[in-house]
């Protein structure tokens, strides 16, 4: 139990500085250029008006990070399939990436939201080559492989590797050539 409560205060720890730093600052921001915007309305039209097309903009900019937060929170995608989902958060992270899922379909949420984080972890890495994912059966569990060529954090790793073995599982991860990793894991069925 330590674990999964510690995998979960952990998550909600990630979050904050996203909450914080990304959405929050957005719309203090939004909130500054509106006020700027109000009293330019009387002196400079002009101004008041390419304030407010800065500010949609930036509208367009906070709903885009609540849209990638919100995914990280409830993972909505996953109602399409997994695979689906895995292809969708790649296209989301506009990072070129394969995606090979012969199994899955009839495993519990717990299971894909676990698979969907550690995929969602692994897109969110700069740099390297763009990241695979095969996901398949065997003996009995859900098994799915992550190669990236650059890797989460030691303290991101940790995280997912709580997340899996709350469920009964295990995760392995090996260095790949340069700074990639190998991320392996297997859920029980």
Do not use: N
Not at 162 to 171: F, T, Y
Request: glycine content about 12%; aromatic content about 4%.
């Amino acid at each position: 139990r330590g674990g999964v409560v510690g995998s979960a205060l952990g998550a909600r720890r990630r979050l904050e500085p996203d909450l914080h730093g990304g959405v929050q600052r957005y719309l203090v921001a939004l909130a500054m250029r509106l006020q700027l915007a109000e009293s330019a309305l009387d002196y400079d039209p002009e101004a008041a008006k390419a304030l407010l097309e800065e500010v949609g903009r930036d509208v367009q900019e906070a709903l885009d990070e609540a849209s990638r937060l919100a995914q990280r929170i409830y993972m909505p995608l996953l109602e399409l399939g997994l695979a689906a989902a895995l292809r969708a958060a790649a296209v989301s992270a506009g990072v070129p990436a394969s995606v090979e899922v012969t199994a899955g379909s009839s495993c519990s949420a717990e299971i894909l939201h676990t698979v969907y984080a550690c995929w969602l972890e692994a897109l969110a890495q700069p740099g390297g080559a763009g990241p695979a994912i095969t996901v398949g059966e065997d003996a009995g569990a859900l098994v799915f492989e992550i190669v990236r060529g650059a890797g989460p954090s030691a303290a991101q790793l940790e995280a997912l590797r709580d997340r899996v073995e709350a469920l009964g599982g295990a995760l392995t991860i090996r260095p790949e050539a340069g700074d990639g990793v190998r991320i392996s894991g297997s859920l029980p069925l």
